[in-house]
């Protein structure tokens, strides 16, 4: 008498869940990023002319050495605490924009769409270049705050910063937020960077 031997159309490889997609393909998933970090520049950029208004200021557009730049209308001698608002009101409008995206509830085990990740990342992103390399230019934020209040560099950049750090380990730990800096290809496999495959 003879065993019937094993059929394997009815077994699966064990590795065969650990080889399915990450995530499913979606279409144009960069230009959906990019313009999710573009609209909290944006964001960033109205807080200051609304800012400006609302103290009674006339702000204008200009070029700082080839830069857009947005200028307040106010005499920082003459007002240095309307100077302050008009400065901090770019940065604390990402910052509260930020704080919004993580804390308004969303469906359980739904998975946050390039738009919403660009706005984060637009958001981080800004922070972390005005408490370095930012924060010492002539039309600098960090460097009007601190020249308009009894705050230093250090401490606004600490301030910022450390919110902004805040926002960073509540993004990582939130599932919504998986492979927060990658993006699916047209498979459905998450890549970033890139990678040598032998032949």
Same mark, same amino acid.
């Given at each position: #008498?003879?065993?019937?031997?094993? %059929? ?14 990450a995530l499913a393909p979606q279409p144009h998933y960069k ?8 609209? +909290? ?6 807080? &200051?002319?609304?800012? @400006? ?8 557009f200009g070029f700082d050495h080839g830069r857009p730049t ?8 003459? =007002? ?6 008009? +400065? ?8 509260? %924009? *930020?704080?919004?995206?993580? =804390? ?5 085990? +739904? ?12 958001? %981080? ?12 230019? @002539?039309?600098? *934020?960090?460097?009007? #705050?601190?020249?308009? @209040? ?11 910063? +450390?919110?902004?750090?805040? &926002?960073?380990?509540?993004? &990582? ?11 699916? =290809? ?7 960077? #890139? ?5």
């Amino acid at each position: #008498m003879f065993a019937a031997p094993p %059929l394997g159309a009815q077994t699966a490889p064990a590795d065969t869940a650990a080889r399915a997609p990450a995530l499913a393909p979606q279409p144009h998933y960069k230009l959906r990023f990019a313009l999710g970090f573009l609209s +909290s520049i944006v964001a960033h950029e109205s807080g &200051h002319i609304i800012a @400006s208004y609302a103290v009674g200021g006339h702000p204008s557009f200009g070029f700082d050495h080839g830069r857009p730049t947005v200028y307040s209308g106010i005499d920082s001698r003459l =007002d240095p605490h309307k100077q302050f608002i008009f +400065s901090s009101a770019g940065l604390t409008v990402q910052t509260l %924009l *930020d704080e919004t995206l993580l =804390d308004v509830p969303h469906a359980k085990g +739904s998975v946050a769409g390039p738009f919403e990740r660009g706005l984060l990342a637009g958001g %981080l992103g800004t922070v972390l270049f005005y408490i370095t390399i930012g924060r010492n230019g @002539s039309v600098s *934020d960090v460097s009007f #705050m601190s020249r308009t @209040s009894s705050l230093s560099k250090t401490q606004i950049s600490f301030i910022y910063g +450390s919110i902004a750090v805040m &926002h960073a380990v509540r993004i &990582h730990v939130k599932d919504r937020y998986a492979h927060f800096f990658t993006a699916p =290809d047209d498979t459905g496999h998450l890549r970033i960077g #890139m990678s040598i495959t032998p032949e």
